[in-house]
Structures are given as C-alpha cells and as structure tokens.
C-alpha cells in the first residue's frame, strides 16, 4: 500500500457537477475558519455530504492546508472510532496507548481540516475523539456532517436546507440531460421539484428516470406513493419526501433488482461484485453482476473503481425491506462466511507472492471484516476468523485493533481446539507488536502448552517463535539461539509456508549479531532471503534485509549495510510497519555516518524519532538495537558538534513521515519528494 501523507487531500473526485449553494459554501468557509468544529446537520438526503466535501476543498485551496475525510457511516462500533479515523489520516496502530491518545499526539503539532462524515449514530464517542484531539492539536479542524449536532462546546452548527426551488430546477435538468439529450424543464418538472422539497438525492433518483417514463408520468407516479405514505405516522415533511422519492425508485426496479437492493443492504462501506456474486446470489439472483451493474446505471449504488457502494439512506431502505422478506439473519450468516472464508486464503497465502495484494484486500475490507468479527465474535467462527487475520493484526499495523478483538474472542471461546491456538499466538505476537512483554509473555504460556497439548508442531513452532522475540528483548541470545532452531525444526516437520519459519531465521541472525559473529549472521540472512524470494514473500524479506544491515555494519561495510537498508525501507513502509520503518531509517543513519555523511545521519536520527513518536512513548525495538542507536547518536555529535547536531537533527524531526522516509530512500530534505534509486541498485 503506498502510505499517503497528511499534506494531501483525500477528497472523493466529484463525478457530476455541483449545483446552487452559492451562499451556504462561503457561510460554512466562514465558519471553518472561525471555529475548530463545524457540523453540518440536517435530513437524509439534504447534501450534508457533498455540501461538506466541496467546503472542504474550497478551504484547501484557500487556505492551502491539508483535508482528510473520514466516512464512518459504515462503522458502527463506537470503540473503534478512533482507528477508523486513524485509517483514514495513513496513521498506524503499532501502540501499547489507547488509539485516541496516539491519534492526538500525533496531529499535535499538525494544521489539518478533518472531515467527520456520517456521524450520526456515533455521537457520543466522536464527540470525544474531538475533543481529545482539540486538546493535543489546537491547529486541527473539524468539519462533521450528521443529523444531529455533536454536542460539542467549541461547536458551530450550520443547518443545511434543502434546495431553493431555482437549484432545484437545475439540478433535475443537469441530471436529466445527461440521460435525456436536449431535455428541456416543464412545468410537471417543477411540480416534480416542489413535490420532492428540494432534496437533491431524491431529484438524481427521479433525474434517472427519464430513461423510461415522461415527467408527468414520473410526478403521478410519485403522487401515488406519497399518498400511500402520507397516512404513515411519524413520516411528516421532508422525511416523507424522501422516503417517498426512495421508495418509489425502489418501486421501479424489477423484482430481481429489488431483491438485490435489500441483500446489499448488509455490506458495510464498499464491496466487490465477487462479493456480493457470494453473499447476494441464489436461484433467485442467478446473475448479481448483471442485476448489480443495472442498480448502478440508476444509482441504487455507486461504482468507485472496481468497488460498489451504496448511500446510507438507500441501503437503510434496503436494509428495511431485507427484514420485511425475512432473509436478515440468513444474508448476515452468508456475509460472514465469505468474509471468513476470504481471511482463510489469504492467511493460507499471506507467505507468497500475492502479499501486496492482499495487504490491499485487508485495508478495503476493514469495514466489511469488522462487521464480521462484530457478528461472530462469541462464537468459534469469529475465534477462527479473528485467529486468521493475525497478519492483519501484526504485519500491517492494525495492532490495537487486533487486540480488542482477539481478547474478546478469547474471553468467550474458552474451550481448547487448534483455533484458540492460533488466536493465542497471534495474541501475543500483537502483545509484542505494542511493546506489552508481560501480555506476551502470559499468552506464549497458553499457547505452547495448548499446542503440546494439541501435539501441533505449526503451533509449537509459532510459540518458539514468540519466545524467541521475548528472549531477544530481554538480552538473552543463547536463549533466542536455541528457541529460534526449535521453531525451524518444528515448522520444517510440517512444510508449507509459515512467515514464523522467516522470522524464526531472523531472530536466529540477531542472536548472532548480539554475539559478536556477524559474518555467521550474513549465512543465516542469506538462506533467510533464499527462502523469502522462492516464496514471493515481501515482509519477512525486509525485516530480514534490515537485519542484513546491522550485520554489514558489523563487518565494516557501510555501503552495503546502506543499500539492504534501503531496500528494507521501501518495502516495510509500502506494506504500512512503522517499527519495522524507524529501524531501517536508523540503520540508515548509522550508515550515514559511517561513510562522512553526519548531517545526514542526524537528519535521519531525527526522522527515526518522529517514527518512533507514532510507535508509542518509548523504543520498542532489542537492546542490541538501542545500544546501536545510541553509538551513531553519539558518533553523529561528535562530528558536528552540538549545536549542528541538534540543527540537522530538528530538520529530520519535522518533516513529514513521508517527507522523512522520501529523504531516507534518496529524496531532498524537507521536499518530501521520493527519489527512488534506479532497480541495479536494489539488493539482489
């Protein structure tokens, strides 16, 4: 995944053309630039949204500072708030600290507009992300679309109306002439228009279908339904409108369509067609992508490259009608089977060739594998499902994350069976991925005498595993010595492909290092990378390539320490390992130095600190490597002196995180620009 920086803006590309709210856009500027929250509230359907995103733009413009969108309507646990709008900032989770806390350290020093969309069902819990991060970063904005005010003390509410009756007008014959050439407004239009109450998503629906019906048969159309709903109680005014606009698109569709609307009512966020080709598909919906792609041409949901979303009102409808026939339980058990069968292959695959691209599969579907494990978690289906996606978990810095949900799981899944197994390990390998020895240590307990138990060498080998990274941080190299050669043999009794087997070599070449026999290392590293390349793996491969750094140091060959570093660096940081990342970056910095570069060894020095500020409060990284830190830390003074030192080394401490490794791969300080050095100079 390429990490995206927070000098960006990540807001969706407009793919129609905006209509009216001239006054409103410079009212909510205004308001931007005066409060540090803003919410805009009002009815489904009224453009809260696109009302949002295009302000957000305009001040990004304006004022030339970065927008970050958030979209939350899909997320619907509370306590996952904060790695939500985590994921969306590129922020890792690589923290034994509460996700908010990190989330605030790090905008701390930031001047960012966030945009909070969908927030309705969160309230409480983003009214206190808010604040927690207003308190950390008093140059952070907030922009919050919702139904309803946040309740927040710095908050400005604006109310969004709905369209005035000429906007109105607009809108319809813009979105009319893109599917009726030459298409001319009427007076049935404007009935059409002022029956709607201006509300914009109810105008694309009716917009859509010119196609097949003439206006004044679209306006007796929308007649009879209204007069169905009007008798309806608690469905008044604005919201009868739209539920009436809605409906009635509902009621055009063809039963296939229909159906297939309230199926798809159970993704959350976006989703592929071989998704719901899955979950959706039956005798009676023989062919999804056909029915799909035809709910798309009359924007029942929206086609963003290869995915499909739907808006949150129409997938509540949906969602509705899926209760009315009865298939709710039924379709949300056949969405969680395909999510847990989806993290079975790629767990099966993770150590290979295709791990780029399900590192991309897993950032898609959070929302989706959330739903899942949320479902599920109580049962030994969400053990298993939770237990699958450890490397979700601990190679792609969802850790936090990961540790809420495999405690959870745990707490409820007490009885022993290989899947409790493998959530134990992976428990503690995202205990040592927040730097928490003591949990680690507790769960490598359970889970080594839950696989002797199970007589189960893959999961004996992955306890060994575990212990040996817990050997290595408490300085014990014989220890990581023998439990690394145990973990081998283990996991060579039953083949396959175990990224535990790489680490396990890994650790083994650290123990080496630690030992005073780096050249020993160098063979143990290059059967490592042997083994990583036949397999396509990418992960352990750059874990490994750093380590090969530290053992070129140690063999007094700089240039190329520097060239595995580097190497290391471009991978680990694609695949989103900020621990993984601040390593490679210092490694890089001892070899700065090591070959008369100073200035830039402390401007990397600086940039590892800003890395490591992401990770959490302290180093998480073996003795060995804070000792080695701390020897080019101190060779880098002595060279520049102090005051030059804490210069360079201020320099490196404010770029941006991908400024600061753009700077470590080649690129200019400050630029942020990557450089990349040409392939003859990777490693081989």
């Known amino acids: 995944m390429r990490r995206e920086t927070l000098t960006a803006v990540n807001l969706p590309a407009e793919t129609s053309t905006f209509v009216g709210r001239d006054a409103e856009l410079s009212e909510v500027g205004r308001l931007i630039t005066e409060s540090s929250v803003v919410t805009l509230a009002g009815p489904g359907g009224v453009g809260k949204t696109r009302l949002a995103f295009r302000a957000a733009a305009q001040h990004a413009r304006v004022h030339l500072e970065p927008v970050r969108v958030a979209e939350l309507a899909a997320e619907r646990n509370g306590d996952l708030l904060a790695h939500a709008v985590s994921a969306a900032l590129g922020l890792p989770e690589q923290s034994v600290r509460p996700q908010g806390e990190v989330l605030a350290a790090h905008l701390a020093d930031s001047r960012l507009l966030i945009v909070l969309d969908t927030v309705e069902h969160l309230i409480g819990p983003v009214r206190t992300l808010v604040g927690q991060v207003l308190a950390k970063a008093p140059g952070v904005r907030f922009l919050v679309t919702g139904r309803q005010p946040i309740g927040h003390p710095a908050e400005r509410v604006f109310r969004v109306r709905p369209l005035a009756e000429a906007d109105a007008l607009r809108l319809f014959a813009e979105r009319a002439a893109a599917v009726v050439p030459g298409f001319t407004s009427t007076d049935e239009v404007a009935e059409l228009c002022h029956r709607m109450e201006g509300l914009p998503l109810a105008i694309e629906l009716a917009a859509r279908r010119l196609r097949s019906m003439t206006p004044k048969e679209l306006a007796d159309r929308l007649d009879d339904r209204f007069a169905l709903l009007s008798g309806h109680p608690g469905r008044t005014g604005r919201h009868a409108a739209l539920r009436t606009s809605v ?6 569709c063809t039963p296939d369509e229909r159906l297939l609307w309230a199926r798809l009512s159970v993704f959350a966020g976006s989703f592929e067609a071989e998704a ?9 919906l023989p062919n999804v992508p056909g029915t799909l792609a035809r709910l798309a041409d009359k924007s029942v949901v929206c086609v963003v490259g290869e995915r499909f979303h739907m808006l949150e009102t129409v997938r509540v409808y949906g969602r509705e009608w899926l209760r009315e026939l009865g298939e709710e339980e039924h379709l949300m058990l056949r969405h969680r089977d395909h999510y847990v069968s989806l993290a079975r292959r790629a767990e099966a695959d993770w150590c290979g060739p295709n791990q780029a691209s399900w590192s991309d599969w897993a950032r898609g579907e959070m929302p989706n594998l959330r739903l899942a494990l949320d479902r599920s978690i109580a049962s030994p289906i969400g053990l298993d499902l939770v237990g699958r996606l450890w490397f979700v978990w601990y190679c792609l810095g969802h850790a936090r994350e990961g540790r809420h949900y495999l405690d959870r799981a745990l707490e409820r899944n007490t009885a022993d069976s290989p899947q409790r197994t493998r ?3 992976a428990a503690a390998f995202v205990a040592f991925a927040q730097g928490d020895h003591d949990q680690m240590a507790i769960r490598l307990t359970q889970a080594r005498e839950a696989a002797l138990a199970q007589e189960d060498p893959a999961a004996i080998g992955h306890a060994c595993t575990g212990a040996a990274s817990l050997a290595l941080f408490q300085g014990d190299f014989d ?9 081998i043999d283990h996991l060579d009794r039953v083949g396959g492909r175990y990224v535990a087997r790489l680490s396990a070599m890994s650790l083994l070449a650290l123990a080496l290092i630690g030992r005073g026999d780096p050249d020993e290392a160098v063979i143990v590293l290059e059967g490592q990378r042997a083994a990583c390349e036949a397999l396509g793996e990418e992960w352990s491969r750059s874990m490994g390539d750093q380590i090969r750094a530290a053992a070129e ?4 060959d700089a240039v190329t320490a520097d060239r595995y570093a580097r190497t290391s660096l471009r991978t680990i940081w694609r695949l989103g390992d900020v621990m993984g990342s601040a390593m490679a970056v210092e490694r890089l910095a001892a070899c700065a130095v090591a ?12 940039v590892g600190e800003r890395l490591w500020a992401e990770f959490g409060p302290t180093h998480f990284a073996p003795p060995g490597f804070v000792e080695s830190r701390g020897r080019t830390d101190r060779r880098t003074r002595r060279v520049l002196g102090e005051r030059d030192y804490l210069d360079a080394y201020a320099e490196g401490r404010r770029m941006s995180l991908d400024g600061g490794v753009g700077y470590a791969l080649g690129g200019l300080p400050n630029s942020g620009a990557m450089r990349w050095n040409h392939p003859a100079d990777e490693c081989r």
């Open 247 to 252: 409906g009635w698109s509902h009621e055009l």
């Open 276 to 284: 719901a080709q899955y979950v959706c598909g039956d005798d009676r």
């Open 423 to 425: 959530a134990l390990w």
């Open 479 to 487: 220890a990581v010595r023998l439990l690394a050669e145990e973990a």
């Open 553 to 556: 140091l140690g063999r007094g």
């Open 595 to 606: 070959m008369g570069d100073a200035v830039r060894a402390a401007r990397l020095l600086g």
